[in-house]
């Protein structure tokens, strides 16, 4: 059974930095691309950062860039995403998400297969 989960969130003051790992199980996903996904209460799950298979191509949502980085060890089956300079507006419970058949990097939820139960990140103004 494969699952996706998802650790490292919680409470920080803005400005502040988290790290989000997320841990695949049950299949290697070294093949695929990898992303993270959020939602705001009351608003609609967006992307947020994705990853190619062999972590060399990056997509970042422009609300993020510069700010987040994404990256993955295939040694551990696990995708990171660090967190720097958090905003009151990032907090959003944060989703990962791997894909069966997409190489490389997507923005768009119905090309990843697998979603982990999320990790809530509060950022505190």
């Known amino acids: 059974q494969v699952q996706l989960v998802e650790s490292g969130g919680g409470l920080v003051q803005a400005g502040g930095s988290l790290r989000l790992s997320c841990a695949a199980s049950?299949?290697?996903?070294?093949?695929?691309?990898m992303g993270w996904f959020r939602q705001a209460p009351g608003k609609e799950r967006e992307f947020v950062a994705a990853?190619?298979?062999?972590?060399?191509?990056?997509a970042y949502a422009d609300s993020v860039k510069g700010r987040f980085t994404i990256s993955r060890d295939y040694a551990k089956n696990t995708v990171y995403l660090q967190m720097n300079s958090l905003k009151p507006e990032d907090t959003a419970v944060y989703y990962c998400?791997?894909?069966?058949?997409?190489?490389?990097?997507?923005?768009?939820?119905?090309?990843?297969?697998?979603w982990g139960q999320g990790t809530q990140v509060t950022v505190s103004s």
């Open positions: 998400a791997a894909s069966l058949t997409r190489l490389r990097p997507s923005t768009t939820m119905r090309e990843y297969d697998y």
């Open positions: 049950g299949r290697t996903f070294s093949s695929n691309a």
């Open positions: 990853v190619n298979w062999s972590g060399g191509s990056t």
